[in-house]
T-cell receptor, first 114, second 112 residues
Framework: ETGVTQTPRHLVMGMTNKKSLKCEQH?????MYWYKQSAKKPLELMFV???????ENNSVPSRFSPECPNSSHLFLHLHTLQPEDSALYLC?????????????FGPGTRLLVL | SQELEQSPQSLIVQEGKNLTINCTSS?????LYWYKQKYGEGLIFLMM?????EEKSHEKITAKLDEKKQQSSLHITASQPSHAGIYLC????????????FGKGTLLTVNP
């Protein structure tokens, strides 16, 4: 238990569906992240939020839409996804956005797009 | 951009054996992180190394950052089935504080 929770843990969706992934951190951190982990690829940073402001959008397609309503919650809204978007989506948080601020990861949401 | 190469990609050892996993960077490492991941789950922080020559240990796991700061090794002594999982190294990208570049991971299997 790292203090970062993600729901749902598993999600199957069609290409025309709209769904949202939720992340919550109970650590009092100020920064939150979305990462994508695909098979046989390195972990990819998608979005970074610091104090509820987006500081990084790492060339992510617009079919992924992040939302950070407060420093404890982070959402990833999904719409018209492609099968290649199937992956493990990991949320993380850290005290700040300094590189040496240790990142705490959630358990991930395993997404399958049919 | 920085790239991290991990070797080996996968490793099968007998319980009780020692093993080493390497992480080599294409650029100077400013901070090197080791994480462990059970299949399909989140990453568990193991250790962070920042200075060339630095060595840290936790239980039976030791990590080192070499003097030239472009390679790190993770050594497990007397491996146990509980050590099985995917080991990932991550490094701070120079000039970008919050970005961590990750290697593809090393899958470790420990046979009882």
């Amino acid at each position: 238990e790292t203090g970062v929770t993600q729901t749902p843990r598993h999600l199957v969706m069609g290409m025309t569906n709209k769904k949202s992934l939720k992340c919550e951190q109970h650590l009092g951190h100020n920064a939150m992240y979305w990462y994508k982990q695909s098979a046989k690829k390195p972990l990819e940073l998608m979005f970074v939020y610091s104090l509820e402001e987006r500081v990084e959008n790492n060339s992510v397609p617009s079919r992924f839409s992040p939302e950070c309503p407060n420093s404890s919650h982070l959402f990833l809204h999904l719409h018209t996804l492609q099968p290649e978007d199937s992956a493990l989506y990991l949320c993380a948080s850290s005290q700040g956005v300094q590189g040496r601020d240790r990142k705490y990861f959630g358990p991930g949401t395993r997404l399958l797009v049919l | 951009s920085q790239e991290l190469e991990q070797s080996p990609q996968s490793l099968i050892v007998q319980e009780g054996k020692n093993l080493t996993i390497n992480c080599t960077s294409s650029k100077t490492l400013y901070g090197l992180y080791w994480y462990k991941q059970k299949y399909g789950e989140g990453l568990i922080f193991l250790m962070m190394l920042q200075k060339g020559g630095e060595e840290k240990s936790h239980e039976k796991i030791t990590a080192k950052l070499d003097e030239k700061k472009q390679q790190s090794s993770l050594h497990i002594t007397a491996s146990q089935p509980s050590h099985a999982g995917i080991y990932l190294c991550g490094a701070e990208e120079g000039g970008s504080n919050y970005k961590l570049t990750f290697g593809k991971g090393t899958l470790l299997t420990v046979n009882p």
